[in-house]
């Protein structure tokens, strides 16, 4: 059974920096693309960013370009997102899921349960 499990959420203020970990099991971890999601209150889920199997190609929401980064270390089973110059908008659940390279949900066959942050102004 695939399970994935963030960490790492919680509230901050503006400015502060978080770093959200996924801990992945019950498949080949490095057989496939990992990416992050967020869903604010009363609003769909979004794209946030993705990584490839390997960790040599990402792709980031325009909204967090330049501010979050993905990583995965395929030796632990791990994804990662470090989030710096967090900013109220931010506010948000953060899911981590496991599928295909791409900013596409549907392409993302498990799903974590999330992990709420909240930056306050």
């Known amino acids: 059974q695939v399970q994935l499990v963030e960490s790492g959420g919680g509230l901050v203020q503006a400015g502060a920096s978080l770093t959200l970990s996924c801990v992945a099991s019950?498949?080949?971890?490095?057989?496939?693309?990992m990416g992050w999601f967020r869903q604010a209150p009363g609003k769909e889920r979004e794209f946030v960013a993705s990584?490839?199997?390997?960790?040599?190609?990402?792709l980031y929401a325009d909204s967090v370009k330049g501010r979050f980064t993905i990583s995965r270390d395929n030796a632990k089973n791990m994804a990662y997102l470090q989030m710096v110059s967090l900013k109220p908008e931010d506010t948000a659940v953060y899911y981590c899921?496991?599928?295909?390279?791409?900013?596409?949900?549907?392409?993302?066959?498990?799903w974590g349960q999330g992990t709420q942050v909240t930056v306050s102004s």
């Open positions: 990584i490839n199997w390997s960790g040599g190609w990402t």
């Open positions: 019950g498949r080949t971890f490095n057989n496939y693309a």
């Open positions: 899921a496991s599928g295909l390279y791409s900013t596409s949900a549907g392409t993302y066959d498990y």
